[in-house]
Antibody
């Protein structure tokens, strides 16, 4: 059964870099039929797509995050990661990783999702 | 504002039918891209409810159904049950923005 698990610091200081890793079990991040994505949800608010990555390293990210986002994949560890630079309080959110079921579009249906991890930006 | 527009809230009594709309534009739903729906129970991660406009993953009751027309989509829930009380989100692909979600709709079972 496919499972995803986010990990990383729960507290990040303003202006620093948020770094999260998604560990995948039950499937390979090197599967050429899939993309892998990050989605976030600020407390009490809705879902926002952050970005997606293909096993080859091709990435797509939300334009609203401009150039602050880097997503990478490590096929040897069966993981993919998110780095968000220059964070502010507005980046405080639960961050989810998920599988995107498509080899054509970087954002298709997300299933399944990890349980999510809360990252708070505060000094 | 979200790229896909949903009503903030809907409500219904047990056994009733409710619908949740999701309105997009010519760069996403209207361009022919699929709409997917998620259910988020309090304190949990979203769960795929409907994919490809009107398909149910294994295990999702047939009380849940989806449809799409033009630049909009809808989620219908029949035979409303107390455990359906949750937040519901639509999602699609956008030519310019890539991934887009609706703002979410809170369903209250009266």
């Amino acid at each position: 059964q496919l499972q995803l698990q986010e990990s990383g610091p729960g507290l990040v200081k303003p202006s620093e870099t948020l770094s999260l890793t998604c560990s995948v079990s039950g499937a390979s991040v090197a599967d050429s039929t899939l993309y892998w994505g990050w989605i976030r949800q600020p407390p009490g608010k809705g879902l926002e797509w952050v970005g997606s990555i293909y096993y080859s390293g091709t990435t797509y990210h939300n334009p609203s995050l401009k150039s602050r986002v880097t997503i990478s994949v490590d096929t040897s560890k069966n993981q993919f990661s998110l780095n968000l630079r220059s964070v502010t309080a507005a980046d405080t959110a639960v961050y989810y990783c998920a599988r995107s079921n498509s080899r054509v579009l970087p954002v298709a249906r997300f299933d399944p999702w990890g349980q999510g991890t809360l990252v708070t930006v505060s000094s | 504002q979200s790229v896909l527009t949903q009503p903030p809230s809907v409500s219904g009594a047990p056994g009733q039918r409710v619908t949740i709309s999701c309105t997009g534009s010519s760069s996403n739903i209207g361009a022919g891209y699929d709409v997917h729906w998620y259910q988020q129970l309090p304190g949990t991660a979203p769960k795929l409810l409907i994919y490809g406009n009107n398909n149910r993953p294994s295990g999702v009751p047939d009380r849940f159904s989806g449809s799409k027309s033009g630049t909009s989509a809808s989620l219908a829930i029949t035979g409303l049950q107390p455990e359906d009380e949750a937040d519901y989100y639509c999602q699609s692909y956008d030519i310019i923005l890539n991934g887009v979600f609706g703002g979410g709709t809170k369903l209250t079972v009266l």
